[in-house]
């Protein structure tokens, strides 16, 4: 094998011994090597293997694990005594070390209490001696970090019906119609990541899993498989690092009921914004719904040859609570859809949009230039590092929103503001005298 693990400032590592060209095989993993239902269900205890199909896939390979570890025979015992003790997923910070994350929404997915109820219900009652809360996060956040959902390899021999029932419960198939099966595959997971560094993958379309080259590699650069492209804070969550590298991938969230609070209760600075009732505000939430716009939850991202930072459903949810009565009428009984994204981004959807996101920005105790100066302090936690970067990735994400949606120039003859006091006494909703406020356009919903 032309590869050498070692150890480096990333835990073990891999590194080439030989060059290698584009997609040419690193190594090759037969599949009795790799642990999953699979291939390590028949040999643990009764009441195990009968407890592990009524759990998600994460679930029963935590057990299966954990099962397995108690083994005195277990053949994986080698590999075993090599993964981690101890990692940075977020579920082993303090409060402490959280509250660094500000106001990052990461700290409300990292699960803990929600993983502890699962094992209390479904690990707990099978007794396993020794088998404590600690360990089974650990073991859940080993397979978080290291795990690889592979395809289902369909057995093709007659007759084979040892794992029928258990196949059935624990291989998900989340990915369209093919079927997967969450696998720690020794070696392969020794494979460090790196955004712009990856330079392998596995590939499952052979009788043996292969990691192959997705660019050349010289002899002596490190091999990294590709982990997705995450944002940091995901990273932080799943893997327990960060990399500068990945903050083209960042995202910052704004929920959809803090800007709906906003609106109750008119905490938009825009001048003369006309107050909606709740009952309206219900309605427009609606037609946000009816359109397939509305999101609990909008991801914002750094502006770049795959999008703006701005969403266009974030867009078009503001543009149905600002458009004018007569035109959000005309949207509910179909006769005019909701406009394309230049049309959408109407000076007022970016007036109410900067207030919006600066609000999201107040959030966060700290500025990106004080976030600037703490990183860059010599003493400074590593886990606080961690999350300085995570939570600056987002400030810089929504300083990017507030840009774009400042730049937004289209015109607000639809929109219900400002309004504007004539002489004679008369409101009209800004659109000029004798102006057509919509014709009918095609039906649809928003595209
Ligand atoms: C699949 S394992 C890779 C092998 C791991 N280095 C080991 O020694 O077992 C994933 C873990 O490796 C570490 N890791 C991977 N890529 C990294 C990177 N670029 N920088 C720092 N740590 C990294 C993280 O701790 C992550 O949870």
């Avoid at 891999?14 to 095989?25: G, L, Q």
């Avoid at 969550?237 to 960042?250: C, E, H, L, M």
Wanted: aromatic share 6%; glycine share 6%; hydrophobic share 35%.
């Amino acid at each position: 094998m032309e590869v050498q693990a070692m150890p480096c400032g990333r835990g073990r590592c891999i590194v080439a011994t030989a060059d290698f060209d584009d997609d040419e095989i690193v190594f090759s993993i037969p599949r009795k090597a790799v642990l999953n239902v699979q291939t390590a269900l028949p040999n643990v205890n009764t009441s195990v293997s009968q407890a592990i199909p009524d759990m998600p896939s994460w679930l029963g390979l935590t057990t299966l694990m954990i099962s397995e570890s108690f083994r005195q025979d277990s053949k994986w015992a080698p590999y075993f005594s090599v993964l981690p003790q101890e990692l940075d997923s977020l579920v082993f910070w303090s409060d402490s070390e959280l509250a660094e994350l500000q106001a990052s929404t990461v700290a409300h997915k990292i699960g803990k209490v929600k993983a502890e109820e699962m094992f209390s219900q479904h690990i707990a009652p099978l007794g396993l001696t020794d088998c404590s809360t600690d360990m089974c996060h650990r073991v859940a956040s080993i397979i978080m970090a290291y795990a690889f959902d592979i395809p289902e390899k369909i057995s093709t021999t007659e007759g084979d019906t040892s794992l029928g029932d258990v196949e059935d419960e624990l291989i998900s198939d989340d990915e369209g119609d093919e079927k997967t099966l969450l696998s720690m595959i020794p070696l392969a997971d020794m494979l460090n990541a790196d955004a712009a560094r990856n330079n392998a993958r596995l590939c499952c379309d052979n009788e043996d899993l292969e990691m192959r080259t997705i660019k050349p590699i010289a002899k002596g650069e490190e091999i990294f498989n590709d982990y997705g492209q995450l944002p940091r804070s995901d990273l932080l969550r799943r893997y327990g690092y960060v990399t500068k590298n990945y903050a083209i991938y960042d995202v910052a969230e704004i929920s959809t009921e803090s800007m709906l609070t906003a609106f109750r209760n008119g905490t938009i600075q825009t001048p003369n914004l006309e107050h909606l009732s709740d009952q309206d505000l219900e309605r427009r939430v609606e037609l946000a719904e009816r359109e397939g716009v509305y999101e609990e939850t909008y991801d914002l991202a750094h502006p770049g040859p795959d999008g703006p930072s701005i969403p266009d459903e974030l867009l078009a949810f503001i543009y149905l609570l600002l458009v004018d009565n007569e035109n959000f009428e005309s949207i509910t009984k179909s006769q005019t859809s909701v406009p394309s994204r230049s049309k959408l981004a109407t000076e007022l959807v970016g007036k109410v949009l900067v207030d919006l996101l600066r609000a999201r920005e107040e959030e966060y105790a700290t500025t990106i230039e004080e976030d600037d100066i703490l990183e860059a302090a010599e003493s400074i936690p590593r886990r606080t590092k961690m999350a300085i970067q995570v939570r600056l990735g987002e400030k810089q994400v929504l300083r990017d929103a507030i840009r774009e949606a400042g730049s937004f120039r289209g015109d607000n003859k639809r929109m219900r503001l400002p309004t504007v006091t004539k002489t004679n006494g008369t409101v009209q909703n800004g659109k000029r005298r004798g102006e057509e406020v919509s014709k009918p356009i095609k039906k649809g919903r928003f595209q």
